[in-house]
């Protein structure tokens, strides 16, 4: 079974950058439809940004499109979200999470991996 470790997240002030990276281990990566999630405080889990497993079909939701890029690299097992321009509305604990399907799903029960997170707050 895959397990999922993020990292990069921290404190970053508004308009500033992040590169978040997902590892994982022990599974087929490559067959794996991967999706970065996050929560805000009192509220709850949104999509974020997905990607096929060969990296070239990605998904964005409308908030973050044109500002955050995911990609992957299978060679190193590793998915990965640049956020650029963050905004204090951003401030969440990022999750990645990993999907047998074949498609990018935007809903958590399509997800069946889930890393622990890693917390992103961005300052005014």
Sequence with gaps: QVQLVESGGGLVQAGGS????????????????MGWFRQAPGKERE???????????????DSVKGRFTISRDN???TVYLQMNKLEP?????????ASGRLYIGTYERE??????????TVSS
């Design 89 to 97: 509305e951003d401030t969440a604990v990022y999750y990645c999470a």
């Design 111 to 120: 997800y069946v991996i889930w890393g622990q997170g890693t917390q992103v």
């Design 18 to 33: 992040l590169r978040l990276s997902c590892a994982a281990s022990g599974g087929t990566f490559s067959s794996y439809v």
């Design 47 to 61: 999509f974020v940004a997905g990607i096929t497993w060969s990296g070239l079909t990605t998904y964005y939701t």
């Design 75 to 77: 060679t190193k097992n």
